[in-house]
């Protein structure tokens, strides 16, 4: 009888994988402060985008970088003789007179005139530091105390001052500096804006609306609400005219390079104009928002400036209140009918 015979079995050797775990970050006081200012950056950049109040949007990232590398003195062009602090030492190595002398640097007023820039500086630190849950020597809140006076520069509405910002020769400065005031808007909100935040009145999306919606980027990390702004008919006119087509971006604007606007490029068209009529230090930018808010609360009431300025409900009224927007649109077409009766606004059709 015939007897199938078994197929040897092969056994494989054993293989011995390498554990996958990353090295364990260095602790916090190992670190230089140029080190720890990268890891701060990591941990801040995660966080673009978070909702529920975890997050940050791109531009308050880009700008807590910035005053905290120039605070540090990390920029490439600094220029001083001396520097603030010493950024290739260890945190665990930092005493308090390090800290005292990095503050006392940014409020000598032999170093940096402005005493809201210092603050910047010294805040931003203080920001990181806090964030990376540094040990901090006892006198160190102390030390990072700064009473800064506060200045409210809120420009007076006056007509002589708008009607060369609106009527200037640059079609696209004049775009901008018009949506500026007609929204409320940043040069963020403008770069930003895209062909879906063109709606109707109910803030539905359509190809040719009248309006605008969408969230103010300023604080849309933490709010999740649109305000339904309405087009006056002049700044309407000049957005058509530099619609961009549909593009990969989304965005509603390109610059003639094809890409979408930098804000320092929507706010320096601006800002051109200021200086070449004279109005350096009596505006800027951010002024047509407060002109703006200021004249709806006149001509209109509180509501409607809350709304003009995308201010979110109190978390008391918010489960109770749907908004109604014709109140914004009935005040902008008041401060429109203003603006043309002062000679600010030169009406289309």
Not at 186 to 193: C, E, F, G, H, K
Not at 209 to 226: A, C, L, M, V, W
Request: proline share 6%; glycine share 6%; charged share 25%.
């Amino acid at each position: 009888m015939r007897r199938e015979s078994a197929t040897p079995t092969t056994v494989q050797p054993a293989t011995h994988r390498l554990p996958t775990t990353l090295p364990a970050p260095k602790p916090i006081l190992e670190l230089t402060i140029r080190a720890a200012r990268d890891r701060y950056a990591a941990e801040l950049r995660k966080r673009i985008g978070l909702q529920n109040g975890k997050g940050i949007n791109k531009n308050t990232f880009e700008k807590t970088l910035q005053s905290l590398d120039l605070g540090l003195a990390l920029n490439k062009r600094y220029a001083r003789n001396r520097r603030p602090i010493d950024v290739d030492m260890r945190l665990g190595e930092l005493a308090l007179a390090d800290y005292e002398t990095f503050v006392q640097f940014w409020c000598d007023p032999q170093i940096i005139t402005s005493p809201r820039t210092g603050q910047n500086y010294i805040g931003a630190f203080r920001q990181m530091l806090t964030r990376l849950k540094v040990p901090r020597p006892e006198g160190f809140d102390e030390v990072f105390s700064l009473k800064v006076p506060k200045t409210r520069k809120i420009a007076r509405y006056d007509p002589e001052v708008l009607k060369p910002l609106l009527n200037c020769k640059n079609e696209r400065a004049r775009l901008f500096a018009m949506m500026c005031l007609n929204l409320g808007a940043y040069a963020i909100d403008i770069v930003r804006l895209r062909f879906d935040h063109i709606t109707d009145a109910e803030g539905r999306p359509t190809d040719n609306g009248h309006y605008i919606t969408k969230p103010r980027e300023k604080t849309s990390h933490q709010n999740d609400f649109s305000v339904t702004h309405w087009l006056r008919p002049e700044t309407k006119v000049l957005m058509e005219r530099y619609r961009a087509r549909p593009n990969p971006f989304g965005t509603y604007f390109l610059s003639k390079q094809g890409a979408p606007y930098h804000t320092k490029t929507v706010s320096g068209l601006i800002e051109e104009v200021i200086r070449d009529n004279g109005l350096t230090g009596q505006f800027s930018v951010k002024q047509f928002r407060k002109v703006g808010a200021s004249q709806i609360k006149a001509l209109a009431g509180s509501d409607a400036m809350h709304q003009y300025k995308s201010n979110a409900l109190s978390s008391a009224d918010a489960p109770y209140i749907l908004e109604d927007y014709t109140i914004l649109t009935k005040a902008l077409e008041k401060f429109r009918e203003k603006l043309i009766a002062d000679g600010v606004l030169i009406p289309v059709g």
